[in-house]
């Protein structure tokens, strides 16, 4: 079998992504990165794999405001 490109090994739960508001975002907007990086190394510089941690109102707060305000 061939090895899995970087990118083949996200996995996205598909109700996410094909939910109306974030299935429009791209991941840098919540995780990070310069998706106009043309070399994958240094377009992930940065990239915070789990948004929501250790300050969901930092990431998701700027749009769930209501949200993050119970989160804890």
Do not use: R
């Not at 970087?6 to 598909?14: A, L, N, Q, R, Y």
């Not at 998706?35 to 930092?58: F, I, L, S």
């Amino acid at each position: 079998m061939t090895p899995l490109a970087p990118h083949e090994k996200i996995f996205v739960d598909s109700e996410f992504a094909e939910d109306e508001n974030h299935g429009e975002l791209g991941c840098e907007e919540c995780h990070g990165g310069n998706p106009n990086e043309p070399d994958w190394q240094k377009a992930h510089v940065g990239v915070v794999k789990d948004p929501t941690y250790p300050d969901a109102a930092e990431t998701c707060g700027e749009c769930h405001e209501e949200i993050v305000a119970t989160y804890q």
